[in-house]
């Protein structure tokens, strides 16, 4: 389990995480999403103590990240393919860390054949390889020493199609077994297909946390008007919730005849009024984050622009 208590991140006068609070449990897939420079690399990075919070606390399974004794045997984390020794083969990166946590060859063979290294591609030199490679080998390295928690940043980068359904499959098998698993990609239609739970970050801070079901299905009722403005308008005094969508109609959080009442009683002819389709998690991040995209601000890494 990880757990994000009220996680701030400052730096000077910008802030970058702004009282963040999630978790993620045991057996499920969280997808991790935000736009470019939303924070979500930053949070990531004081989850696993590589950057220190201003205020706020994280763990996993209850225990601060530099307090877990031998941590790659609790969480597996991969937040950067390239930062592996280019000079060194892919089997002597593995065998090294092998040696760090106390697990035995047996393993190294495993995860080389899990990932699909083993064999020729094991005793090339990383520099050598393929980004999608350098991904297989980032994973292979977070599962090495058999954590309960994985920690995954854009771990599909690089990958063909065939190399990110399999990469679907490891993480929704891992979590079907019992693991927790935390996801952030920009591949938001990867991520619909394997996530349970959805956390979603804008602007440093939490804009949707729920099950997944219940985001992509939380619509309400479509509605589209001969006049929009004047039905915009209308709705929008009733103190109704209105989301504009790209046809000119509204997603609105009410019951038909209120709307049609509304609608009615600004004189607008309604041409449309139904239950809103979802549009998926595409939409969903759109309409959430249209007003978070926050490239460029943030002066934490040029890897938390991602």
């Not at 690399?41 to 601060?64: D, E, F, H, K, Y």
């Not at 940043?153 to 927790?180: K, Q, S, Y």
């Not at 249209?290 to 622009?305: I, L, M, V, Y």
Request: aromatic share 4%.
């Amino acid at each position: 389990m990880i757990t994000v208590e009220h996680l701030t991140k400052r730096y000077g006068a910008f802030t970058a995480v702004s009282d963040v609070s999630f978790t993620c449990v045991p057996g499920t897939v969280t997808g991790f999403l935000g736009p470019n420079g939303a924070g979500k690399s930053t949070t990531m990075r004081m989850i696993s103590a590589l950057t220190p919070p201003t205020s706020g606390t994280t763990t996993v399974n209850g225990v601060a990240f530099r307090d877990l004794p031998n941590p790659g045997r609790h969480i597996g984390v991969l937040l950067d393919a390239s930062a592996q020794h280019a000079g060194r083969s892919g089997r002597e990166i593995l065998s090294l860390s092998a040696q760090l946590l106390g697990v035995g060859q047996k393993r190294v063979d495993a995860m080389l054949e899990l990932v699909g290294l083993a064999g020729a591609p094991e005793k090339r030199r990383v520099g050598n390889y393929s980004l999608g490679m350098r991904q297989r080998l980032g994973l292979a390295h977070a599962l090495l020493g058999d954590p309960s928690v994985l920690m995954l940043d854009e771990p599909a980068n690089g990958l063909d199609p065939e190399g990110i359904f399999w990469m679907r499959g490891v993480l929704r098998d891992f979590a079907d077994r019992g693991g927790t698993v935390m996801l952030s990609s920009h591949l938001l239609r990867e991520v619909e297909a394997v996530a349970d739970h959805l956390v979603v970050i804008g602007n440093g801070k939490i804009v949707a946390d729920g099950s997944k079901e219940d985001l992509l299905h939380a619509g309400g009722l479509y509605v589209r008007g001969l006049d929009p403005a004047t039905l915009e308008k209308a709705l929008t005094e009733a103190g109704l919730s209105v989301q504009p969508t790209r046809d000119g109609g509204f997603s609105v959080a009410s019951d038909a005849e209120t709307i049609g009442r509304t609608a009615l009683a600004a004189g607008v002819v309604l041409l449309e009024l139904r239950a809103a389709d979802s549009g998926g998690l595409e939409e969903m991040f759109l309409r959430l984050t249209s007003n978070h995209d926050t490239f460029g601000s943030n002066p934490d890494s040029s890897k938390d622009a991602a």
